[in-house]
């Protein structure tokens, strides 16, 4: 069995009167088009297994009718399943009683909706403070914990206003708030930033970001917009017509698109912004010396050799005219050029490559020299890139 | 088959006698609940006895005054200047008593009408089924002329002013129940959604979230039933309920147009006070923007 916060196993939600007929055409393997024209069921989500690991991001992605929001409501009961299991910390959710769902709801996860869905008759204290409420807390600590967490989102001078003298985007930080109040180990988020305008949305995203590297919860989040995933997720998936199309870091969804549907995904966004130095990187972009000893046929394009331990820790570079000139010793020609890591995004190598002569050379986490970035492999590896993506 | 219908064009009270079942199952009910109908009416009138005790009890310038400051608290100046103005021509033509006894008439019936409303409009909201079986009911209730009441209520509480009031109350239920499940049928979809997620029972979702975010509505409905007894509790007048409702009785029996002219007056001034300062409970201080974009 796999282990993670949540598990979720072969999970199937029908809407319609007769679910069963249409689950017995989908284990056949029919397709929701089919079993729409056969039965008149409407498949919401259809065999989804995937788990999220505790303390991730989990972004879960889609367009609408793609069965993201079905499933988000699945994982805290707002629906209940057709089919399927959802263990949340080893536990079957789909088999609690009611009053084992409110207690669960109550102790273990809250949401945070795409409308906001704050009680227009409270104030943004009372809103805040609501779970707390619905647990039974006492007015003085609850209202002492909301404060708290309204302060962390800059919200502290609000709290006595009315959530329509607030903007949007206030608002759904007052949601954030009533989500957070609770100290939940899971957060749902459905659509949460999508009515926002793109300046608020990514002000969010710093937001949730940031209240992440103090407390790291784990966070089930649905959007239908690709950017936001790619920023804010650990991992992505990717949802249509009610199945999963494709689980995985932003790297790799970017890198090897399952299906043609995902590649639509990424027709509107420009991901070369999330190449890395390892993509970017050219092995042979300049020569090779190892303990002082050139390696290999030397190419006489190459301006510069990267000196390397036996080990091939980067000691440096040397200048080819230099070494020509006199013969050797070339850990005393080193120029010390700072690395950089793999890992490191296009905006961050861009930056270095700036205004510097040397090419920039990329090592692991050991220290082991991997290869060079130079405004030239740059460029090659981008416009390869491009003509990847325009192929599909 | 052409014979029986002859006979049913020519007789059709043979075939469907539904006034005689009618009549059959009022006079089934007075035979055999008659302790009950008792109990209803003992119970209505001490209602309405004390409301219109209370009512005459306080002094002339503390009714004026409360209803002047009502409206300088949830509408202007101006409309305190008219309240005023409306009852002292209600005092200065001499209708003072009979329009305070509608007043009380009208709000029993209107306490009565909304015990009742609001807990079935809040069924109805939680159950379709129960919904459709009391929409055609509410129709019927509303559309069935006022008079026809008048009858069974006479003949179940003798006449005076419990028939009037029951008789009015069937009439001023249904704006009670249908705006309460309507208000608590349009609360947004993830308003509750969010009541459930936070863990809420059945019965804190409906005080927490449901009635608070339906009050407005709620209100409106408050301010219907209120309308509509009032103007229900004139025509009970008939079977002896008092009020303003004997001065227009009397003013058709004798044909006395001004006294009709004046007695109508009275009851539109009281409707205009009535449903200014409900209504303006309705509009609240809050409003829901809903997801901005």
């Given at each position: 069995?796999?282990s993670g916060?949540i598990?979720v196993e072969?999970?199937y939600k029908v809407f319609?009167d007769k679910p069963q007929d249409?689950?017995r055409?989908?284990?056949l393997?029919?397709t929701?088009?089919?079993v729409?024209r056969n039965?008149g069921?409407?498949?919401?989500v ?9 303390g991730?991001?989990?972004?879960l992605m ?7 929001s079905s499933?988000?409501r699945l994982?805290n009961r ?5 089919d399927?299991?959802i ?5 079957d959710?789909t088999?609690?009683?009611?009053a084992?769902l409110?207690?669960?709801?109550r ?7 795409q409308?906001?869905a704050?009680?227009p008759?409270?104030?943004v204290?009372?809103n805040?403070a609501?779970?707390?409420?619905i647990a ?7 209202e ?5 967490v309204?302060?962390q989102?800059?919200?502290?001078t609000?709290?006595?206003k ?5 903007s ?7 949601g ?7 100290n939940?180990?899971l957060?749902l ?6 009515a926002?305008d793109?300046?608020k ?5 710093d937001?949730?970001l940031q ?12 959007s239908h917009?690709l ?5 804010i997720?650990?991992r992505?998936a990717i949802m249509?017509g009610?199945?999963?199309v494709q689980v995985?870091?932003p790297q ?6 399952a299906?043609d549907?995902?590649?639509e995904?990424?027709?509107?966004v420009?991901t070369?912004r999330y ?5 970017l990187?050219d092995?042979h972009g300049?020569g090779l ?6 390696a290999?046929q030397h ?10 331990s036996?080990?091939h820790k ?7 005219d230099?070494?020509g000139?006199?013969?050797?010793n ?5 120029v010390?050029?700072?690395p ?6 296009l ?11 040397e ?7 050991d220290?082991r020299y991997?290869?060079v970035?130079t405004?030239s ?7 390869e890139?491009?003509?990847q993506?325009?192929a599909? | 088959m052409?014979?029986l219908?002859q006979k049913f064009?020519?007789n059709p009270h043979?075939f469907l006698?539904i006034?005689e079942?009618?009549?059959?199952f009022i006079r089934?009910l ?5 302790g ?8 209505v ?5 004390n ?6 009890s306080l ?7 409360f209803?002047c400051?009502?409206g300088l608290w ?5 409309f305190s200047?008219f ?7 209600i005092?200065?033509?001499?209708f003072w008593?009979?329009t305070i ?6 709000l029993?019936?209107t ?10 409009g809040?069924?109805?909201a939680?159950?379709?089924?129960v919904?459709?079986l009391v ?7 509303q559309?069935?002329p006022?008079f026809?009441?008048?009858i069974?209520?006479a003949m179940?509480?003798g006449l005076?002013?419990?028939p ?7 009439f ?9 499940s309507l208000?608590?049928r ?5 308003q509750?959604?969010?009541?459930h997620?936070f ?8 005080f927490?979230v449901q009635?608070p975010?339906?009050l ?6 408050v301010?219907q039933t209120?309308?509509?007894a009032?103007?229900?509790?004139i ?7 008092g009020g303003?409702?004997n001065?227009?009785?009397a003013?058709?029996?004798r044909l006395?147009v001004?006294?009709?002219f004046e ?10 006070i009535?449903?200014?300062?409900t ?7 809050v409003?829901?923007p809903g997801g901005?974009?």
């Amino acid at each position: 069995m796999q282990s993670g916060k949540i598990v979720v196993e072969n999970l199937y939600k029908v809407f319609g009167d007769k679910p069963q007929d249409a689950m017995r055409l989908l284990k056949l393997g029919e397709t929701k088009e089919t079993v729409f024209r056969n039965t008149g069921q409407v498949v919401g989500v259809n065999n989804v297994s995937f788990s999220v690991d505790e303390g991730e991001i989990f972004v879960l992605m889609g367009l609408s009718g793609s069965g993201k929001s079905s499933l988000i409501r699945l994982i805290n009961r707002l629906m209940d399943p057709t089919d399927g299991r959802i263990l949340l910390d080893g536990q079957d959710i789909t088999r609690l009683s009611p009053a084992e769902l409110v207690s669960l709801r109550r102790r273990d996860m809250s949401m945070v909706f795409q409308s906001f869905a704050l009680m227009p008759h409270r104030s943004v204290l009372d809103n805040a403070a609501f779970g707390l409420e619905i647990a039974g807390v006492g007015r003085k600590e609850r209202e002492k914990r909301a404060m708290e967490v309204l302060e962390q989102v800059g919200l502290a001078t609000f709290a006595k206003k009315m959530p329509h003298e607030l903007s949007g985007g206030m608002q759904q930080r007052v949601g954030l708030v009533r989500a957070l109040a609770v100290n939940p180990s899971l957060m749902l988020m459905d659509e949460a930033f999508s009515a926002l305008d793109p300046l608020k949305r990514s002000e969010m995203q710093d937001i949730l970001l940031q209240l992440q590297r103090d407390h790291r919860r784990t966070i089930f989040f649905v959007s239908h917009d690709l950017e936001e995933a790619l920023r804010i997720g650990t991992r992505i998936a990717i949802m249509e017509g009610g199945r999963l199309v494709q689980v995985g870091t932003p790297q790799e969804i970017i890198e090897n698109p399952a299906e043609d549907y995902v590649r639509e995904f990424f027709k509107s966004v420009d991901t070369s912004r999330y190449l890395l130095a390892k993509d970017l990187l050219d092995p042979h972009g300049v020569g090779l010396m190892v303990n002082g000893n050139l390696a290999g046929q030397h190419d006489p394009q190459h301006h510069w050799v990267a000196c390397v331990s036996g080990d091939h820790k980067l000691l440096g570079l040397v200048g080819r005219d230099t070494l020509g000139a006199e013969g050797c010793n070339p850990a005393e020609r080193c120029v010390p050029v700072s690395p950089i890591t793999p890992a490191s995004a296009l905006p961050d190598v861009l930056k270095r490559l700036q205004g510097q002569r040397e090419p920039l050379p990329v090592i692991d986490h050991d220290g082991r020299y991997l290869g060079v970035i130079t405004a030239s492999s740059v460029l090659s590896k981008l416009s390869e890139h491009r003509l990847q993506a325009a192929a599909h | 088959m052409n014979e029986l219908w002859q006979k049913f064009i020519a007789n059709p009270h043979d075939f469907l006698p539904i006034g005689e079942w009618v009549n059959n199952f009022i006079r089934f009910l007075l035979d055999n609940n008659a302790g009950a109908f008792d109990a209803i009416g003992k119970s209505v009138d001490l209602l309405a006895e004390n409301v219109e005790v209370a009512l005459l009890s306080l002094p002339v310038w503390l009714v004026i005054g409360f209803f002047c400051a009502l409206g300088l608290w949830r509408l202007t100046w101006r409309f305190s200047l008219f309240v005023l103005a409306a009852f002292l021509l209600i005092l200065g033509i001499g209708f003072w008593a009979q329009t305070i006894a509608t007043l009380a008439l009208t709000l029993s019936a209107t306490i009565i009408s909304l015990l009742l409303g609001v807990p079935v409009g809040i069924w109805c909201a939680r159950s379709r089924r129960v919904n459709t079986l009391v929409r055609p009911v509410l129709d019927f209730m509303q559309t069935m002329p006022a008079f026809v009441y008048l009858i069974p209520a006479a003949m179940f509480f003798g006449l005076g002013r419990v028939p009037g009031i029951l008789a009015t109350v069937v009439f001023a239920v249904p704006p009670a129940v249908r705006l309460t499940s309507l208000g608590i049928r349009q609360v947004n979809k993830e308003q509750v959604e969010a009541g459930h997620a936070f863990g809420c029972t059945p019965t804190q979702l409906l005080f927490k979230v449901q009635l608070p975010i339906a009050l407005p509505a709620i209100m409106a409905g408050v301010n219907q039933t209120i309308m509509m007894a009032l103007s229900m509790v004139i025509i009970a007048s008939m079977v002896g309920a008092g009020g303003l409702g004997n001065d227009v009785l009397a003013s058709i029996q004798r044909l006395d147009v001004g006294l009709g002219f004046e007695s109508g007056l009275a009851v539109v001034l009281l409707a205009i006070i009535l449903d200014r300062l409900t209504e303006s409970f309705g509009r609240g201080p809050v409003s829901q923007p809903g997801g901005g974009h």
